[in-house]
């Protein structure tokens, strides 16, 4: 009987015995380290997932994209640096290699390669973000295991191409405007801006067309500040900018300040849907509804447009 009491006894010590080990063995492994990456080296990144690869090479203090090299959004660029500067592993996950329920697998995983010049300087694949959305799942190079990232941060690299460009078409200071002139449907009108002055002090501004008739300081205000900083909805990869300044335009807005700028825009055959091109911007572009007829009913009130077409109704 005693006999069996110590059997007994040491089958428990040696079951204890493995799972303590196996439980240090298991809670004490040791994560990668990923060497803090230097950002102001960088020089180029490469996204590369099921729906092809894009490349972001920097230029001076520009991001451009691709080989046709669009500026790129330079929000969207610094939260993907900021992503590699504080990247870090913050447990183990998977030694099973379950690549599709992470979505690491060739249809779902996000491959980033960090360039300085022609040599990758590092390398990493996202899956999907954790059900926390605190940590994200990540492969390394050379390494099988499947590893929690902190911070959701997947869908700063998956995005379109067209996501990633630089949606500003104009950009300037409202105030910086001093004279400019619309046209549309054959109609022209040139609008100046004047100080007002009281005890020998500007007082107020007031806009006139060049005839030294009133203008509405509300809609002008409105308009400038529709295109002061105008970014939009969508690219568009044909036909070029050049080949759209023979077409008849819409309407047209040339701003004048220092550089002088212009804005024109072209009607499309679904309705509210506006074609435009810039002098700030080398491509042919297309507007939001909202953006494009906000421009477009200013213009008409400044001409008196909107009245003669309702009187026509």
């Avoid at 894009?54 to 939260?79: G, M, R």
């Avoid at 870090?88 to 690549?99: C, E, I, R």
């Avoid at 060739?106 to 390669?113: F, G, L, M, Q, S």
């Avoid at 200071?173 to 046209?183: A, Q």
Wanted: one cysteine or more; glycine letters at 4%; charged letters at 35%.
């Amino acid at each position: 009987m005693k006999k069996e009491y110590l059997i007994l006894i040491a089958l428990i010590l040696i079951l204890g015995a493995y799972l303590l080990f196996h439980k240090e063995n298991k809670d004490n492994y040791v994560l990668p380290k990923i060497v803090q990456i230097d950002i102001s080296k960088i020089t180029g990144l490469i996204i590369d997932k099921k729906q092809g690869s894009i490349k972001f090479i920097k230029k001076e203090k520009n991001w451009l994209l691709t080989d046709k090299e669009y500026l790129a959004d330079l929000p969207s660029v610094e939260n993907m640096l900021d992503t590699l500067k504080t990247l870090k592993l913050s447990a183990l996950v998977s030694q099973k290699g379950d690549l599709k329920r992470y979505e690491l697998d060739d249809k779902k995983h996000i491959r980033v390669k960090v360039l300085e010049g022609a040599k990758t300087i590092f390398e990493f694949t996202m899956g999907k973000p954790a059900p926390t959305f605190n940590h994200t799942f990540v492969m390394l190079t050379d390494n099988k295991n499947i590893y929690h990232a902190n911070g959701s941060f997947r869908s700063y690299f998956d995005r379109a191409e067209d996501n990633f460009r630089d949606k500003k078409v104009l950009d300037f200071k409202k105030e910086s405007i001093k004279r400019f002139t619309i046209e549309k449907d054959g109609l022209s009108k040139t609008l100046i801006s004047k100080k007002i002055k009281k005890d020998g002090k500007d007082a107020f501004s007031t806009w006139n067309s060049e005839d030294g008739t009133s203008a509405d300081k509300e809609v002008i205000s409105n308009l400038l500040s529709s295109v002061s900083f105008l970014e939009c909805e969508k690219y568009l990869d044909s036909p070029t900018k050049k080949s759209y300044e023979k077409e008849k335009p819409l309407c047209k807005i040339r701003l004048e300040n220092e550089s002088g700028i212009e804005l024109t825009l072209f009607e499309t055959d679904k309705e509210d849907i506006f074609k435009g091109i810039s002098s700030m911007n080398d491509y042919v572009f297309a507007l939001s509804q909202f953006n494009g007829k906000e421009i477009v009913s200013n213009i008409e009130k400044l001409l008196g447009i909107s009245k003669k077409e309702k009187n026509k109704d």
